[in-house]
C-alpha cells in the first residue's frame, strides 16, 4: 500500500506566500522524481515543479523566481515554497512521485489527491 497525502493550501491574497508539503507513505522501497503539477477549470494538468532524486529541479516558465521545489528524502516528501502568488496560480495541485514498492521493482507513478490553492483578495 501506497499513500501521498498533500498539505498546505488555502486562500490567500496576491503577493503572500504558501507552502505546500506532499509525502509518501507505505512500503515504499525507493523514491524517484517528485514534483507539484496544477489544474484550473477548464484547463489541462500542468506541470508546476519536479525535483529528482539527485536534487536536479524543473520549473514551468510561469512560477520561475517565485516557487521553490525541495524534497526530504528521509521522509519521503516534497515541498513547494510559493511566492508572490498571483491569481492565475489559483488551482488544484496535485503532487506527484515515481517510486519502487518493496514487493514490485518496476517504477509506478502515484498521485495525491490535490490541495486547493486560491490567491484573490
Known amino acids: 500500500q501506497v499513500q501521498v497525502v498533500e498539505s498546505g493550501g488555502g486562500l490567500v491574497q496576491p503577493g503572500g506566500s504558501l507552502r505546500l508539503s506532499c509525502a509518501a507513505s507505505g512500503s515504499i522501497f525507493r523514491v524517484n522524481d517528485m514534483g507539484w503539477y496544477r489544474q484550473a477549470p477548464g484547463k489541462q494538468r500542468d506541470l508546476v515543479a519536479t525535483i529528482t532524486d539527485g536534487s536536479s529541479t524543473n520549473y514551468a516558465d510561469s512560477v520561475k523566481g517565485r516557487f521553490t521545489i525541495s524534497r526530504d528524502n528521509a521522509k519521503n516528501t516534497v515541498f513547494l515554497q510559493m511566492n508572490s502568488l498571483k491569481p492565475e496560480d489559483t488551482a488544484l495541485y496535485y503532487c506527484?512521485?515515481?517510486?519502487?514498492?518493496?514487493?514490485?521493482?518496476?517504477?509506478?507513478?502515484?498521485w495525491g489527491q490535490g490541495t486547493q490553492v486560491t490567491v484573490s483578495s
Open positions: 506527484y512521485t515515481r517510486l519502487k514498492t518493496d514487493w514490485d521493482a518496476g517504477w509506478h507513478d502515484y
